[in-house]
């Protein structure tokens, strides 16, 4: 990595071609990036149930609200 602050305007064409070529299969090689392979794990499979419960609580706060007022 280049920590220097200026750099020539060659230097710099460069580097921005550099970040804008995409990296192509052979250099990546994914399969020496195990994390790469493994499926994701955590906490996003609760999300459509934890919006879901939202949701049903939203909805019956809203209409106990219309409910008490009708009274």
């Known amino acids: 990595m280049d920590t220097r602050e200026s750099k020539t305007p060659e230097e710099e064409k ?4 550099n970040e804008r070529i995409p990296e192509d299969f052979e250099s990546s090689k994914p399969h020496l990036q195990p994390e790469a392979r493994k499926r994701p794990g955590g906490l996003y499979k609760l999300l459509p149930l934890v919006v ?3 949701g049903v609580i939203v ?13």
Do not use: A, D, E, K
């Open 14 to 17: 460069q580097h921005i071609i």
């Open 59 to 71: 909805v019956s706060i809203i209409v106990l609200g219309i409910i008490n007022r009708g009274n």
């Open 52 to 54: 879901i419960i939202l």
